[in-house]
């Protein structure tokens, strides 16, 4: 059976360790050297970017996050021994572990590693979809010509680099399909590299949760749950043509991944198209308060990403799912492009006005689309709306008070609906 030395990177037939240097870190696989698929995934990635910053909190629970009305960003793997999680309210991560470290997320230090990993990334394929500042699609096929050695040896090298250059570690996941590579990156965390072979991949999918399919949140996994669906067994027992009347488009995708298929290609920087944020509830609710202050929660992200971004869009867009996963979009076009949360806010507001009123919602989503450069954003002033121009700088202000104290630092009183 082909197999790696992920401390050399010699290639030999299987064994228990390395002929060469005698390490015990192998990786073997019958399709080792024929995948070409791979999710790299580092580890807790601000947390570890902290701790190599800072030795002095190499043995100790790490959360970044924001204050007591925030949630955790990410935090070490001796934080999540006490069972703390990303976008865990913070006073909740502080409970199961008070004797945390609680560090400010320092934005600008993460994009410089993750810049740098990029970099290493480059030299390896051009095919490279990044998710986040930590994550990112790779696909090596064609490649094994150009470095005189298979994708999986490459992708060990990547990791060894990251580690020896920058200090911080990744996961990898090697398969034949992103949805499958995404899997295996999280299956042997952290320091891991794991694969999900062609032949092996029904028997991999079968026995495994739902939950297991990127996507399927607990409120999907509920809705699951009450069809008799737990696992992928069940879903393979389901008609296709029922699964997409039930779920609408959500069964047509469980569909095809529960049989391993997923045709989407990696895509190198593909043009961003729209700027979109969503929140499903644990229960569902028609209460016209608790919605709009989500509205407005859900305006601020994607402001502050297309901020980030230096997007603005000429569109708004709502978002909202029922009960029973019927979806209802609305859409309004802009006479130009913003940026500015207020106005998204206001926006979404008015085209939420205009559904049925009573209604019980499970999802609620705020987006813009059409995007423009940030520079073509909100120029003109409102002619019927002559007190825009002073809430827009107002939000400057605050942006600016956010950017230097904290996210938390000033808060608008219906984001606390």
């Not at 032949?199 to 809705?223: C, D, N, S």
């Not at 209604?359 to 002559?386: E, F």
């Not at 809430?391 to 608008?412: L, N, P």
Request: one cysteine or more; a positive charge.
């Amino acid at each position: 059976m082909p197999a790696l030395c992920r401390s050399c990177l010699t290639s030999f037939d299987s064994g228990a360790r390395c002929p060469v240097c005698r390490s015990p870190r192998i990786l073997s696989h019958p399709e080792l050297f024929s995948l070409s698929i791979a999710h790299m995934d580092c580890d807790a990635f601000y947390a570890s970017v902290e701790k190599r910053d800072n030795p002095d909190l190499r043995d100790k629970p790490v959360i970044v996050g924001g204050g007591t009305r925030g949630v955790v960003s990410t935090c070490c793997y001796i934080a999540r021994i006490s069972g703390v999680r990303s976008a865990m309210p913070m006073f909740q991560a502080l409970k199961l572990c008070p004797g945390a470290v609680v560090i400010k997320p320092r934005m600008q230090a993460y994009v410089e590693v993750s810049r740098a990993i990029r970099a290493m990334m480059d030299d390896l394929t051009p095919a490279i979809e990044p998710l986040s500042l930590d994550e990112a699609f790779l696909d090596l096929t064609g490649t094994a010509r150009l470095h005189g050695a298979p994708p999986a040896v490459m992708l060990a090298r990547l990791v060894q680099r990251m580690e020896t250059e920058l200090g911080i570690s990744g996961s990898i996941g090697l398969s034949h399909n992103k949805f499958l590579a995404k899997i295996a990156s999280d299956l042997d965390k952290p320091r891991g590299f794991s694969v999900i072979g062609r032949a092996e991949t029904q028997a991999f999918l079968e026995p495994k949760p739902v939950r297991i399919i990127w996507g399927v949140g607990t409120a999907t996994q509920a809705a699951l749950e009450k069809a008799g669906i737990r696992t992928i067994a069940d879903l393979l027992r389901w008609d296709r043509a029922d699964l997409t009347a039930r779920f609408g488009q959500m069964g047509e995708r469980l569909w095809h991944l529960a049989r391993g298929e997923d045709r989407r290609r990696v895509s190198r920087d593909e043009k961003m198209k729209s700027i979109s944020k969503e929140t499903t509830f644990n229960e569902d609710t028609a209460d016209a308060d608790l919605l709009d202050g989500h509205l407005w929660r859900l305006a601020v992200q994607v402001a502050d990403r297309a901020k980030a971004k230096d997007l603005a869009g000429r569109t708004v867009t709502l978002k909202l799912k029922r009960a029973d996963f019927s979806q209802i979009t609305r859409r309004h076009s802009l006479t130009e492009p913003t940026q500015i949360a207020d106005r998204i806010y206001r926006e979404a507001r008015a085209l939420f006005d205009l559904v049925p009123k009573g209604a019980a919602y499970r999802l609620i989503g705020v987006g813009i689309a059409d995007l423009a450069p940030g520079a073509s954003a909100d120029q003109s002033n409102d002619l019927l709306d002559p007190s825009a121009a002073t809430r827009s700088r107002a939000e400057q202000a605050t942006d600016a008070i956010r950017a230097r104290f904290g996210k938390d630092a000033i808060i608008k009183g219906r984001a606390l609906r």
